[in-house]
């Protein structure tokens, strides 16, 4: 991939003041109820202290001790991945190259370092095969919440502090509980979509799933404004928080998130996606029926590479490959 120099010239840092930070509660003074009316039904990010004390340090040790002998696949960001013009890009997300590793020799990059070098990150690994799928206090804070509909099983993010997941957005609720470690949350709401230049969705008919249209083309924290001058627009709307160990964040489908991992050790949180409800929410989130859109665009491109995959030589990793993405 090219890097522009141009651009990088360019950046300045975004904010002369602080934004506001997203709003935080503690169980003690907020009724299940009150989660559902005053936030989820009403699209409001929050985060929620309180439901996970009792949850055990989800440090490298303990994820050693439980799946340690499982294979996930790692994402390869690379240290240039961030530097270079988001417009280059020709993946994002789960379309980055990713090789599976044992639990265990990723933990080893993570101790020595390699990990940050390579700017390596398990993310969005579902847990369901594994021991830590049955974690009590996660089920229970999701009952506490009155979560319903659930879209995935519950997903591992670890990585070493430094790691980005880049501006986006999800087209279904989620929550995400930080399990070890902290992590740096930016927000935008979902009418700021064009102030925040959205990669065009067209561009799933060329790269399918490889570069999702959820994408935003702005580095939120050094934004060129040369070449995106709406997002100044945008700056005003920007909510910022730590989200520390015990705590739960709740996204919003829709709602644009930029999350880094914050420290020099490592950071894990788990997540689960939520079909969003009710109905009528789903119905009236233009980003949501975007994200479909570009999911239909990127059929032939998916169908291509299941075609590719199938005639391989090596057609088991390919298609396990391609399942993965999706
Ligand atoms: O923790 C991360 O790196 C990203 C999490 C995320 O994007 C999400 O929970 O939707």
Redesign the pocket.
């Known amino acids: 991939m090219k890097v522009d120099n141009h651009q990088e010239e360019v950046r300045q840092p975004a904010l002369d003041t602080l934004p506001p930070p997203i709003e935080r509660v503690h169980i003690s003074s907020l009724r299940p109820e009150e989660f559902v009316e005053h936030y989820q039904r009403k699209d409001i990010p929050v985060i929620i202290k309180g439901l996970l004390d009792r949850e055990p340090d989800w440090n490298l040790h303990y994820l050693c001790q439980h799946i340690g002998n499982q294979e996930f696949p790692i994402r390869y960001y690379g240290r240039e991945r961030y530097k270079q013009d988001k417009r280059q890009w020709t993946s994002s997300g789960s379309g980055v190259e990713a090789r599976t590793l044992l639990f265990s020799e990723y933990a080893e990059m993570l101790r020595s370092g390699e990990a940050y070098e390579q700017d390596a990150y398990l993310?969005r690994c579902s847990l369901q095969d594994t021991s830590l799928a049955d974690a009590s206090t996660l089920r229970r804070a999701e009952a506490w919440l009155r979560l319903r509909l659930p879209a995935t099983s519950l997903n591992l993010?670890v990585g070493p502090g430094g790691h980005t997941?880049c501006l986006?957005y999800?087209a279904m609720d989620?929550v995400?509980m930080q399990l070890h470690g902290a992590?740096k949350i930016l927000l935008f709401p979902p009418p700021q979509t064009y102030n925040l230049y959205p990669i065009p969705v067209f561009k799933q008919l060329r790269y399918g799933l490889q570069l999702r249209a959820v994408y935003s083309q702005v580095y939120p924290e050094h934004p060129n404004f040369n070449a995106f001058p709406k997002f100044r627009q945008a700056l005003p709307h920007c909510q910022e928080g730590i989200l520390s160990r015990g705590e739960i964040l709740f996204?919003p489908a829709g709602w644009w998130?930029e999350?880094t991992?914050l420290g020099n050790g490592i950071v894990c949180?788990v997540?689960r996606f939520w079909n969003v409800f009710p109905f009528s929410r789903a119905m009236c989130s233009w980003n949501k029926w975007r994200a479909h859109l570009g999911g239909v665009l990127a059929a032939p491109h998916i169908g291509w590479n299941f075609l590719t995959a199938l005639t391989s030589s090596n057609h088991h990793r390919e298609l396990s490959k391609l399942v993965q993405r999706l």
């Open positions: 993310a993010w997941s986006h999800d989620g995400l992590k996204i998130h999350v991992a949180s997540n």
